[in-house]
Structure formats: structure tokens, C-alpha cells
């Protein structure tokens, strides 16, 4: 198979690169969904990226207003690989990806709902830098943009966001994927886990159950509990299941997603659940 690194190639610091992104999403903010084409496009172009192939990632994207841009973090020194918009189109709304350029990828973390789950998309940024072997799948405008729930895309199919998460499920790449919610006086949990459209757990994400849960975290598991949100209906949890892929859904409290011992905690958790996964 032919391997190539993109032409483009930057210097940067890397959070502050992709939260400046976010910054700007508002709930009456513009988002049109890609057409079938175009979402074609970019699954190809994703699939090339993926399997090294920079330069045939780029000739797909390009028609579409995407481009490829190899990142160097100026804080880790480590490498990522960015899709984009080059523009200021539609296409700047549908969101980014970023790859772990030194390394093959094992793991995968998505935000679908940035600014709007409220440090959901910090939280995945800490994830990629702090974790080896991993990808960001983050979604490009708030979840109340456009028309009628067209960004909302945790539960539509004709996003960008969910053709490059097929991608990765087509790799067998175990993703988690990020959620916030607001404490309920009915069920006081920090954090509700489930798998998804999934029944059961892989001893991996059971044991993180496990240790958010001895670091001081009430869990709830939905593969074993009745909780609230565990996302069945989540269509990157039932394409997973379709697929046989591994994909964990992460609802968390304010607390356990902003700053403070709670949220280290939960950072800490989901970092060692990545580092399992880029060991198998």
C-alpha cells in the first residue's frame, strides 16, 4: 500500500488550536449537513488518511473544501495529521479530525456535542495529547445549529461526524464518546456508562467502571443498571453494534468534565481505558 504525508505542514500548539475552533459555536450558529457526495468524499478521504495515504486523503477532500495538514504540537513535540476546511464554506461546520501521526491508531474519543456538553471538547483534547495512539473525532458546530436538529449529530446519520466515525469502526478502532448532563436529585451519579445499542461490557470498560468508582465517582452502568442516558439510541452505538465494535458511551456531571479533583478523575479514568486499548 502506498504511504504519503500531507503537503501542508504547520506548527502550532495544539489546544489552543482546536478550542479556539469551538470557541466560536453558538446555538443559532449556520451548519448544512454534507450531501451524499460529499460525505462519500470524506469517508474516502478519512479511509485514505487512516491507511497513510496523505496525498490520496487530500485528492478527495479537496473538491469538498477539506484539506489535510500534518500538525506539530509545540508543547509534546508530537505529530497529528488534521482534516479541515480550508474555507469559510459550509464545510467549516462540519466538524475536524486529528490523528496521531507517529503511530498507528488504536483508539478513537468523540465529542458530538462541543460548548454545548459544556467542556466535553477540553476534556477530548486532554485525552489525544496525554494518550498515545489515538484519534479525536470532534463534531463543527453547537447541537442546536441549523434546522431542526441537523447538528445534533450523536443521532443523525448525514453527518461528517458519523461517516468518519464509520471509518474507524470499519478499522475495528474502539471508540468512547463524550456527553455531559446535569445532576439529577433522583440519581446523584457523576457518571453513567453504558456501551450504547450494546448489553455488555468488555472487561476494560467494566474496569473503568471499577476505578472511577474507587477514585470517589458514583457510576451508574448501563449494562447492568437502569440508568438515565445511556444512549441506546445514539446511531454511532448502533452502527458500532452492526459492526462489532467497541464504543462507550461517557455521560458526565459538570463536576467531572470542568476543572477540579472529579474531573481529573474521570480524565485519569478514560486515559487508562485508551492506554489499554493502544497496548492490545
Known amino acids: 500500500m502506498e504511504r504519503s504525508d500531507p503537503a501542508a505542514r504547520e506548527l502550532v500548539d495544539l489546544d ?4 479556539s475552533y469551538t470557541a466560536g459555536f453558538r446555538p443559532e450558529g449556520p451548519y448544512t449537513p454534507p450531501d451524499d457526495e460529499e460525505r462519500d468524499r470524506l469517508a474516502r478521504g478519512v479511509g485514505h488518511l487512516l491507511d497513510g495515504d496523505a496525498r490520496a486523503a487530500e485528492r478527495s477532500l479537496a473538491p469538498i473544501g ?6 506539530t504540537d509545540t508543547s509534546s513535540g508530537r505529530r497529528y495529521d488534521e482534516i479541515a476546511a480550508t474555507g469559510d464554506g459550509a464545510s467549516a461546520h462540519w466538524g475536524r479530525l486529528y490523528l496521531n501521526a507517529d503511530s498507528r491508531i488504536r483508539w478513537n474519543v468523540q465529542v458530538p456535542h462541543p460548548v454545548s456538553d459544556r467542556n466535553t471538547e477540553e476534556l477530548g483534547v486532554r485525552l ?7 484519534a479525536l473525532v470532534l463534531a463543527g458546530a453547537h447541537r442546536r445549529a441549523g434546522r431542526t436538529d441537523a447538528a445534533d449529530v450523536a ?10 466515525v464509520l471509518e474507524l469502526h470499519k478499522r475495528g478502532v474502539p471508540g468512547v464518546q463524550l456527553h455531559g448532563f446535569a445532576e439529577s436529585t433522583e440519581d446523584r451519579y457523576d457518571a453513567v456508562l453504558s456501551t450504547g445499542a450494546a448489553q455488555s461490557a468488555p472487561g476494560e470498560v467494566a474496569a473503568l467502571a471499577d476505578r472511577l468508582e ?4 458514583r457510576v451508574c452502568r448501563g449494562w447492568s443498571a437502569r440508568c438515565r442516558l445511556e444512549g441506546t439510541t445514539n446511531v454511532q452505538g448502533k452502527a458500532a453494534q452492526r459492526r462489532h465494535a467497541t464504543f462507550v458511551h461517557v455521560e458526565l456531571t459538570s463536576d467531572a468534565r470542568g476543572d477540579g479533583p472529579d474531573a481529573d478523575e474521570a480524565a485519569r479514568g478514560l486515559s487508562g481505558l485508551l492506554t489499554t486499548w493502544a497496548e492490545d
Open 155 to 164: 443521532h443523525r446519520e448525514d453527518s461528517a461526524f458519523h461517516a468518519t
Open 16 to 19: 489552543s488550536r482546536i478550542l
Open 66 to 71: 477539506l484539506g489535510v495538514t500534518r500538525l
Open 128 to 134: 489525544l495529547e496525554d494518550t498515545p495512539g489515538g
Open 214 to 217: 474507587a477514585d470517589g465517582l
